[in-house]
């Protein structure tokens, strides 16, 4: 099954495009990056996705309905956290829970829910007196309570400290563990790289990248290899092949190239000969937020040209 | 699917339930806010500092302090917490939930008629109570109903209101300076010299005709209507108009900053677009997708 289809679609604000003929379908129980420096489109596309707004052209399809015409129904089978935390302060965690769990044919045990966002201790708090990462948690609360098959979550850990996020991450991962259908905008390549088996780039409102993670750092330049040098190190024997990568002061070797085996193994035989410490020695992929940086300088088109 | 599914086969709550739960909901929420303190304190305070050195008052009084309360909250408090809560995105999200979007907004408005009504019925208890004023079944019935159609049209119209207003830094001047003014000039706080044609105007107002219909109700003598028609015909119709104005033109989304954006090439849609995909266009290896997209070898069509 498909839980999500999105053809050509465009949003635009006066001439403003601000989504761009953007294509892409999802199948059920993926989980979905959509990442973009801000202005890319990713909360126009989410709120297309969501119903809040109409495309200007194009077709949006989301558990077989145009969402925009979503009737309560529909809505009872999408889940959503939206980007700022949107909650009345007055009651309690516990209170506000019951009266969104009530609006739901199935809903989670209220129970189960504060266990799953680890709120448990806070559930007679007022959400008003919450910190704003556990009002955020209240906030992913209400978003699956009513057992989502999609689910959308819109920067869902902007402005969390890292202890809080990873909370949320747990929170997540607990929910696509039964199946649900995640799609999430983040500006946290390491939040899409934990949480997400699929990654979708816009820039300037079009898909630049639609991959997973592995595949966009492969692709998204050279590996590494960085080591350390001791005082000591034999830096006049360094083979000519190494010298230029010298950094900081020469207390580093910093190499990015396609193809790393040429200078790894003038390094490995330059360590054995003055028989150095290679405890330091990291080899690596790119990392993905390079991949990142590098995939949404680039642009199907250049601005400006003709379609 | 695992446990995900079941809200397609279960039965949706009944409307009637998800109302009812919504006016509690609601209610709770603006009862427990200070403003409430303020809808039902101070017209009882106001009362009776302007009666200190008497025994006695009479229904017309105590009438124009009741409304007092009860346009506080159904106006003042009720309108300024709508605009906040649009604002903070409260309402995008009740809007994205299963609830009827009817249900929510008559849940408010109900709530908030309610709440009023409370907070008037607690002033003209003060009277009696204090100053033993004589309130009869009937009038007390008719003063009910004075108070609901009062309610309701002030919260009605507060409704509409709000989408006049773009910020919650602007909500609670707009709804002072439109509600003071109506509030002077109907005479509900006591009498004072104005012209004729002002006085006119007022009758068409919602204040006056509510401090007048309960001013008749709660003084009832033989002989005398109730509750006098023209004031409930007055009222019925800001009911009505807040109503229709407000489901024509109520905002559930925040107002978004206009922001002075780049100019992009606008998107010419191309339904016959069968190009292939962009050489840039990164796409994920077959091994990794579901069966129906292995065969491309992409999960996503770029646009280009």
């Known amino acids: 099954m498909t839980a999500i289809v999105v053809d050509r679609l465009t949003k635009c604000f006066g001439d403003f495009a601000a989504v761009d003929g953007v294509s892409f379908e999802v199948p059920d129980g993926q989980v979905v990056a959509v990442l973009g420096p801000n202005g890319a489109g990713k909360t126009t596309t989410l709120e297309m996705l969501e119903g809040f707004l109409a495309p200007t052209s194009g077709t949006v399809r989301v558990l077989g309905t145009d969402p925009h015409r979503g009737d309560r129904r529909w809505r009872a089978r999408i889940g959503l956290v939206l980007q700022s935390t949107s909650l009345d302060a007055e009651l309690t965690v516990r209170e506000t829970l019951d009266v969104f769990a009530g609006l739901y044919p199935t809903p989670r045990p209220v129970g189960e829910i504060l266990e799953l966002v680890d709120l448990v201790d806070d559930a007679e708090a007022r959400v008003g007196a919450l910190s704003g990462g556990q009002r955020r948690r209240v906030d992913v609360a209400i978003g699956i309570i009513g057992r989502p098959e999609v689910l959308f979550l819109d920067e869902p850990t902007t402005g969390l400290d890292p202890e809080a996020r990873r909370r949320a991450w747990t929170a997540v991962e607990n929910l696509t563990a039964t199946g649900t259908t995640v799609v999430l905008t983040t500006h946290y390549i390491d939040e899409a790289d934990h949480l997400a088996n699929r990654l979708v780039l816009l820039t300037a409102g079009q898909i630049v990248a639609d991959t997973t993670p592995e595949v966009l750092r492969a692709q998204g330049g050279p590996a590494t290899i960085r080591y350390r040098l001791g005082g000591g190190a034999p830096l006049a024997d360094l083979p000519l092949t190494l010298a230029g990568y010298l950094e900081h002061d020469n207390h580093e070797l910093l190499i990015r190239a396609e193809d790393i085996t040429a200078p790894l193994r003038d390094l490995l035989g330059w360590a054995h000969l003055h028989d150095l410490d290679l405890a330091g020695l990291e080899v690596g992929p790119p990392s993905l937020e390079d991949a990142y940086l590098a995939a949404i300088g680039q642009r199907p088109i250049p601005e400006g040209t003709p379609s | ?304």
């Open chain 2, 1 to 304: 699917m695992t446990d995900t599914a079941p809200a397609t086969a279960a039965r949706m709550p009944s409307v009637g339930r998800l109302l009812a739960a919504q006016i509690s909901y609601q209610a709770r929420l603006l009862a427990s806010g200070r403003a409430i303190t303020i809808g039902v304190g101070l017209p009882v305070i106001l009362l009776i500092a302007s009666h200190s050195s008497q025994t006695h008052t009479d229904a017309a009084d105590i009438a124009g302090y009741a409304a007092f309360g009860l346009t506080m909250t159904a106006w003042n408090t009720y309108g300024v917490r709508l605009v906040a809560a649009r604002e903070a995105g409260v309402l995008k999200r009740w809007r994205a939930t299963p609830l009827p979007h009817w249900c929510y907004f008559l849940g408010r408005i109900l709530a908030t008629v309610g709440v009023a009504v409370l907070a008037g019925a607690a002033t003209v208890a003060a009277g009696v109570l204090l100053y033993g004023s004589h309130l009869s079944v009937s009038g007390t019935l008719a003063a009910l109903v004075a108070l609901m159609l009062g309610a309701l049209a002030w919260a009605a119209t507060a409704t509409a209101l709000t989408a006049a207003i773009p910020t919650i830094e602007a909500a609670a001047p707009t709804f002072m300076l439109t509600y003071f003014p109506v509030i002077i000039i109907s005479s509900t706080l006591g009498g004072i010299s104005e012209p004729h044609w002002l006085s006119t105007i007022a009758s068409y107002l919602p204040a006056q005709p509510l401090v007048h219909a309960l001013s008749s109700s709660l003084g009832h003598t033989p002989g005398h209507a109730l509750l006098p028609g023209r004031d409930l015909v007055v009222l019925a119709a800001w009911s009505i108009a807040g109503l229709a104005a407000a489901v024509a033109t109520f905002r559930w989304e925040p107002h978004r900053p206009t922001q002075q954006r780049p100019a992009r090439a606008l998107y010419q849609p191309k339904p016959d677009d069968q190009s292939p995909p962009s050489s840039t266009m990164i796409s994920v290896g077959p091994e990794r997708l579901s069966p129906r997209h292995a065969a491309t070898g992409r999960v996503g069509m770029p646009s280009r």
